[in-house]
């Protein structure tokens, strides 16, 4: 049985997404101060089990399916360039902070994927900040700081 890019894609997805779950107890530990309230692994967990999800979800479409499809040079190395920027965004969260890191890629990813206008990555940008601000202060979740926030 030959596996398409879809089904590869899915089984790297979901091992990452198991490893995101599996690590997120060793980099955020609980604090006794946050019993009543939200402890600051819930985005992740949240994250990681709608990634682990969704990778699933892939993989049984394309097996139902059975499609295949072809995959330029271009195409895979935008893929290996987005996954080197979210793993380096990662490693950056403790250093410049969790809203700087993920605005940065997720504007480098948009800018990498076709968006080149200027006035979009902006307006995306601060939608972004909003949404996690929002998001984060609606949960009384603290945000994972580093020296920039």
Do not use: D, H
């Not at 997120?24 to 994250?47: H, Q, W």
């Not at 999800?53 to 271009?74: F, G, M």
């Not at 902070?97 to 979009?120: A, D, E």
Request: net charge positive; charged share 10%.
């Amino acid at each position: 049985m030959r596996i398409g890019p879809s089904s590869m894609s899915a089984v790297v997805i979901a091992i990452f997404a198991a490893l995101f779950l599996l690590g997120t107890p060793n980099y955020i530990p609980v604090i006794t101060a946050y019993e009543n309230e939200a402890s600051p692994r819930l985005f992740p967990y949240m994250i990681g089990t709608l990634l682990l999800c969704l990778s699933l979800l892939l993989a049984l479409r394309e097996l139902k399916n059975r499609t295949r499809i072809n995959v330029t040079k271009v195409e895979f190395t935008k893929v290996a360039i987005s996954f080197v920027m979210v793993c380096v965004g990662v490693f950056l969260i403790p250093v410049i902070g969790f809203i700087v890191s993920t605005t940065l890629i997720l504007v480098l990813l948009t800018y990498l994927l076709g968006n080149k206008s200027i006035l979009s990555l902006i307006c995306l940008s601060a939608g972004w900040f909003a949404f996690t601000y929002i998001f984060f202060k609606l949960f009384q979740i603290t945000f994972p700081q580093g020296v920039l926030i």
